[in-house]
């Protein structure tokens, strides 16, 4: 099976590409992408750069070039619940954006406010996650470091993480019928604090989500495979 591995951040993919065997690198439009092995997986690797635009892009160009089985995001992002921690890894089941209105999703192409991980690969991930720690996704093009914007976005979406780029790799892999999935590993909680507290835990948080994607791969690679 050939999995597509996409991140924002070249941090975010460090512990995965450290734990594969037979790393190729190849360029593709002024970025590389790391074709390796993890057990029975052949993974294309690749850290788009921050923000919708170099997601949406790179996503395109890992599914034109590589046509992957499946997509998968992994990466950090900021906690919208009480119950969320640093370092807690969440389960991307939705996805949409916090700064586009949803009336205008809505009502011009793809018609669509919000975009649904692939329901098999739910089904397979969301035994390692308890229900708690499933839920929605939401991007948008700035980093969220205010209470009052982060009441804004939660009272609006309900949505488990906030970050920069997610929902814009989930609305590239619906448009080309590729699935998709996410694991967000949480860095701050996109309050007052979260600048501080961000660059105090980016690596070991994009570690940690690195660390449970291997580990759910491993473990469910039968079923992922068949």
């Given amino acids: 099976m050939k999995l597509g591995i996409i991140s924002s951040m070249s941090i975010e ?30 993974l294309i690797v690749v850290s788009s750069g921050v923000g919708k635009t170099n997601a949406s892009v790179y996503t395109q160009i890992l599914i034109d070039h590589f046509e992957p089985d499946a997509v998968i995001n992994t990466g950090v ?25 949803l009336k205008q999703l809505k009502n011009t192409f793809p018609f669509k406010s919000q975009f649904k991980a692939n329901r098999d690969l739910v089904t397979v991930f969301s035994e390692h ?4 720690k499933r839920g929605e996704v939401v ?5 969220i470091d205010d209470s009052l914007e982060k009441e804004k976005i939660h ?5 488990l993480i906030v970050d920069m780029e997610t929902a814009s790799m989930a609305h590239c892999c619906f448009i080309n ?6 694991l967000t590993a949480i860095s701050d909680l996109a309050d007052d604090l979260a ?19 291997l580990e759910i791969l491993k473990e469910e690679e039968n079923k992922l495979i068949n």
Avoid: M, W
Avoid at 13 to 24: A, M, R, Y
Avoid at 35 to 42: G, S, V
Avoid at 139 to 143: I, K, V
Avoid at 177 to 182: G, K, Q
């Fill in 177 to 182: 019928d590729i699935p998709f999935i996410s």
């Fill in 77 to 101: 992002g900021g906690g919208l619940l009480d119950n969320l921690e640093p370092f807690d890894v969440v389960l991307g089941t939705s996805f949409s954006y916090h700064d586009v209105r």
């Fill in 13 to 42: 993919i460090e512990l995965i590409l450290g734990n594969c065997k037979d790393v190729k690198e190849v360029q593709l439009k002024q970025n590389i992408f790391y074709q390796c092995k993890f057990e029975k997986y052949e």
């Fill in 139 to 143: 991007s948008g093009e700035s980093f």
């Fill in 155 to 159: 009272k609006q979406h309900k949505a």
């Fill in 195 to 213: 600048d501080k507290i961000y660059y105090e835990n980016d690596k070991e948080a994009a570690d940690c989500a690195g660390n449970y994607l």
């Fill in 129 to 132: 996650f308890p229900e708690e």
